[in-house]
């Protein structure tokens, strides 16, 4: 995960390190819940709501969510007794004058009874999509400046608090409609709510799990960029989740003019303060560059100066440690083992998953593992009825059966 405040470069920082893992054999899923969608720029292509392969990499994908067009799809029960109109014997017995009136009510929308903090979790939930599923080997997060991401991490809590209220919110605010609406609609609604905050709830054993998440915090030397690092380091750490780094961008160049050595000295004073502050963080410094950085060969230049030079990772070594400044641990989303030609077995690593949580099946020639109810399909030719199943740290392991 990348974070930071506005304008710090948390983008440029995300897509170099997505191009340095991607260029290492790491297969590569870059997502981005910024507003301000600047990966499809910092790339020069136009990136979507659902992956997209990146111009130019055989091993990475994009994608920009969009939290606005998420709610739909997030609580579709919820959003369906909020629209859905007076039918049947009901409308027979009250008359053709109230199925008029029926009709003049403003239809309820459910972007219109936002939670605290839903548009990040919407983010979050969409990003879990991606978590669980095995294609990629590492998901890279540019996230919204520092504030939306850290309220985020207290959403479990007040979702908790906050169905039931919702659930009253909505029959109080439809008007005639909501009374009109049964126990049976009251229950998909909370069945529905319940299910998005397992998924958030999920999200956070994924954040708050070190061997799986690192946080890497991007700033530039200004006393205030510097001061807001500081404090967002102390709260991802009260919620016990890893940073791994500081990236320091757009650092004065060493020239020989009075402003720029000025303006130098001031800005190493701040990353000296910075590291007085956070010792026990690596510091990566990263120079202004005498134009924008967009376009892979930019982003590939950056990559190195954060990562040094690329490394190719074997296909079959199941996990990978990142040594370097930044140091992160990653375990391949899928691992093939095979006797020739024939599949022998396959390990899906599922992070921060619960047994109870998992299914699997196969159909014509596709197999589909799912968690908390979505599932992910693999185009792998094996009948489940063939396959021994174990999960276990994580992983799922089929072996199969010999024919």
């Avoid at 020639?365 to 994580?394: C, H, M, P, W």
Wanted: aromatic share 6%; with cysteine.
């Amino acid at each position: 995960m990348f974070g930071g405040k506005g304008g710090v470069g948390k983008t440029t920082s995300a897509c170099s390190t997505a191009i340095w893992l991607a260029n290492s054999g790491l297969k590569t899923l870059i997502v981005s819940s910024d507003p301000a969608h600047s990966t499809s720029d910092s790339f020069e292509q136009e990136l979507g709501s659902e992956p997209t392969k990146i111009n130019g990499y055989e091993n990475l994908w994009g994608i920009e969510l969009d939290p606005e067009n998420r709610i739909e799809s997030i609580l579709p029960k919820f959003s369906g007794a909020m629209s859905g109109g007076v039918s049947g014997p009901l409308q027979s017995m009250m008359g053709l004058q109230f199925s008029d009136i029926s009709e003049q009510i403003e239809p309820m929308e459910t972007s219109n009874l936002i939670l605290p903090g839903l548009d990040e979790a919407i983010a979050f939930d969409h990003l879990l999509e991606y978590v669980e599923n095995p294609h990629y080997d590492c998901i890279l997060f540019d996230t919204a400046p520092t504030g939306h991401t850290l309220r985020f991490l207290a959403l479990p809590e007040i979702l908790e608090g906050s169905i039931d209220r919702l659930i009253k919110i909505y029959r109080m605010a439809g008007g005639i409609k909501a009374m009109l609406f049964g126990r049976k609609e009251e229950e998909a609604i909370r069945n529905e709510l319940e299910k998005f905050q397992k998924r958030v709830l999920h999200v956070r054993r994924v954040l708050e799990d070190k061997e799986i998440t690192g946080f890497t915090l991007v700033t530039i030397p200004e006393k205030m960029a510097v001061n807001e690092t500081s404090r967002a380091a102390e709260t991802l750490n009260k919620f016990g989740i890893n940073v791994n780094g500081i990236i320091v961008n757009r650092i004065t160049p060493e020239l020989d003019h009075p402003f720029l050595i000025s303006r130098r000295n001031v800005e190493l004073k701040h990353i000296s303060q910075l590291k007085e502050k956070m010792p026990e963080y690596p510091t990566i410094e990263i120079p202004l560059e005498n134009s924008d950085i967009h376009g892979k060969n930019k982003l590939e230049k950056i990559g190195i100066m954060i990562h040094g030079p690329i490394k190719k990772f074997s296909e079959d070594v199941p996990v990978i440690e990142l040594k370097g400044k930044i140091n992160q641990s990653i375990r391949r989303g899928i691992i093939i083992q095979k006797n020739g030609e024939e599949i022998t077995s396959i390990e899906f690593f599922l992070p921060a998953s619960n047994k109870e949580e998992l299914s699997l099946r196969s159909e014509n020639g596709i197999l589909f593992v799912g968690v908390n109810g979505k599932e992910t399909s693999i185009e792998i030719d094996i009948d489940v009825e063939n396959v021994r199943a174990e999960f276990v740290d994580d992983i799922l392991i089929l072996t199969i059966a010999n024919k």
